[in-house]
């Protein structure tokens, strides 16, 4: 059956490799939209290509513009993407949007019975258990996730259940800063940041995987994902990204998952699960390669990993505001008015001055959360 993919962040890193692959398979695949923020032109690319597709952009000033140049009628703000995800001709969401602003489609989808490939971590790391909540009153849907690490675990753990298994051990590249002395990490640029040796991401997510607040934000969507405590998730870090991740099951059995780094490997995974078609990518040549390392990431050196640690251990709503603080100091580092270091004291700062409201988890809660850690990360900057 042929698949009408709703394709949330159309325009970024993730969207394109998505795209690509939909390009790939244009008998299985078929774009029933596209959303994005603000990028005109690339919208108006898409829509040419799939003349068909529906389009929805955040910004309303700039949905008009492409209105105007496509003559197509455009969705916009956060109500043209949820009109996009809950129109009954689409069969499967790739929620590919870059933040926060993720979490909100994602429930919808699942509140409409939708399957989602979902390469929004934000989503899972904010709000994991309204959604495990949501997933259970909708068994209809069903989340396969595209970030590497858990798709690689998705694979590994091919439906076994969660007391099989012994740990989770989420590879991590160790970004840019893996070798670099801890007393030159005051001097970090922008561009040294941004210079990731295996990865081509977008900025945000660069950023994190320099500090490693990727990787914690990827052992609390792990916890999530595979209903495991934090105890049983580990990080090991692996420079040449080969090795996606690993499950370690209790009978000794380790396995890994190995693929060129290539997003779209795990977006095609993601999408027809646990069917497997063909793509072209590179392929891992092993003689060539000849070796893999695997080292303890160092967490004097990269605070973030701890710090999302301990909100994920936490719980409640502290998961939300580490990642609200870390989603505006990233910002504010991107555009160079705080130095690298000051990103995890930031967020720390923010864990401290934000109290825990108490009582049952609910996504009001979160939302307070969200918005008072951004309140109190930009008054940092
Ligand atoms: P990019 O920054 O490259 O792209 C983000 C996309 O989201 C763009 O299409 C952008 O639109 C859109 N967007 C941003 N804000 C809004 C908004 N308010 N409303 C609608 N659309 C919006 O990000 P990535 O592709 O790198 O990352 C996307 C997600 O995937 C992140 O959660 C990331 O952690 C995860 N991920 C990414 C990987 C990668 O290889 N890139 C690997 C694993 C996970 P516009 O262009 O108009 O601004
Ligand atoms: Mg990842």
Redesign the pocket.
């Known amino acids: 059956m042929s698949k009408a993919i709703c394709l949330?962040?159309?325009?970024?890193?993730?969207?394109c490799?998505a795209l690509d692959v939909i390009k790939q398979h244009k008998e299985r695949f078929s774009l029933h939209s596209a959303?994005?923020?603000?990028?005109v032109q690339?919208m108006a690319d898409i829509s040419k290509e799939y003349p068909n597709a529906k389009l929805a952009?955040?910004d309303k000033d700039c949905a008009l513009e492409l209105q105007k140049l496509t003559g197509k009628k455009v969705l916009a703000g956060m109500e043209g993407?949820l009109e996009l995800v809950s129109d009954s001709a689409c069969n499967l969401v790739l929620n590919?949007?870059?933040?926060s602003?993720?979490c909100e489609p994602t429930l919808k989808a699942i509140e409409c019975g939708k399957k989602i490939a979902l390469?929004?971590?934000?989503t899972l790391v904010m709000a994991g258990a309204i959604i495990k909540e949501a997933l259970k009153k909708n068994p209809a849907s069903q989340i396969t996730p595209?970030?590497?690490e858990h798709n690689a675990i998705f694979q590994c753990l091919a439906g076994r259940g969660a007391e099989e298994v012994e740990t989770l051990l989420i590879t991590a590249s160790g970004g840019p800063f893996r070798e670099l002395p801890a007393e030159k990490f005051s001097q970090i640029t922008l561009k040294d940041a941004l210079n990731h040796p295996v990865?081509s991401?977008?900025?945000?997510?660069t950023i994190?995987s320099a500090s490693m607040m990727?990787k914690g934000l990827e052992v609390i969507e792990a916890h999530f994902l595979f209903a495991l405590p934090y105890e049983q998730i580990k990080v090991v870090v692996h420079p040449q990204s080969m090795v996606h991740s690993l499950v370690q099951f209790r009978d000794g059995n380790l396995m890994a998952q190995l693929g060129a780094p290539d997003?779209r490997i795990p977006i095609l995974c993601a999408m027809t699960f646990p069917e497997r078609l063909p793509l072209q990518t590179p392929r891992l040549n092993l003689p060539e390669i000849q070796s893999l390392t695997f080292f303890e990431p160092d967490l004097k050196k990269f605070p973030c990993l701890a710090l999302a640690y301990e909100a994920g251990r936490a719980g409640g709503t502290r998961a939300a505001v580490l990642n609200a603080a870390n989603e505006v100091l990233v910002n504010a580092f991107i555009q160079e008015k705080i130095s690298f270091l000051s990103i995890p004291r930031g967020i720390e700062h923010c864990l401290e001055k934000i109290p825990e409201q108490g009582g049952e988890l609910t996504l009001e809660k979160i939302l307070l959360a969200d918005s008072s850690a951004r309140e109190e990360a930009k008054c940092l900057i």
């Open positions: 949330l962040g159309a325009t970024g890193s993730i969207g490799s959303a994005a923020h603000s990028n690339k952009l955040f993407l590919g949007l870059i933040g602003v993720g390469a929004n971590k934000e595209v970030d590497s990865w991401m977008g900025k945000k997510i994190d990727n997003m």
